[in-house]
């Protein structure tokens, strides 16, 4: 049996039954939480976001018209929130040393592949943290998530060529980041 369209769904919440909206939640829960966690950084924080963006959606979905996805106006609302939550809190930090051990030490069938892979995204994380929040939502939609300019504009109500420039700036600056990261885990520790 095929899934139910989305659309069909927020028509059936819009005309007051309310458990198609659960369903809407299943599908986007964890999307929207790794959409939280890698702006946030925060296990705790990502979940919050994730229960307040679809608190706000299910209060908000009179207005949905269709325009876009659901899943692209979901992904507006947790990215606004998750901007919100790095404005209100200041979080500029993305993993905290004991969440960096427990990832670094919890390796599957290749533990060496799994480090590297572990140290590299840390490292990239840390990296995207330094960003100006701009910069930073650019990057993490369009590096991590793999979206379309087009899609990012949506998300971010804003122009393309402006995403464009701002994603160019991002990788400028991550990779100067990385580069200094590098050589930064080269120098021989004296000690």
Known sequence: MEPRPDIELVQEVQNGRRHAFTELMRRYQERVYWVARRIVGSHDDADDIVQETFVKAYLSLREFRGDSSFYTWIYRIAVNMSLNVLR????????????????????????????????????????????????????VMRYFDEMTYKEIAIVLNTSEGGLKANYFHALRKVRKYMCHEIQDREKPSHG
Not at 107 to 118: A, F, R, V
């Open 88 to 139: 209100k809190r200041k979080i500029w930090s993305y993993l905290h040393e004991s969440e960096l051990m427990t990832r670094i030490l919890s390796s599957s069938d290749n533990p060496g592949k799994d480090l590297e892979h572990s140290e590299i995204e840390t490292a990239l994380q840390r990296v995207a943290a330094k960003l100006p929040e701009r910069q930073k939502a650019v990057f």
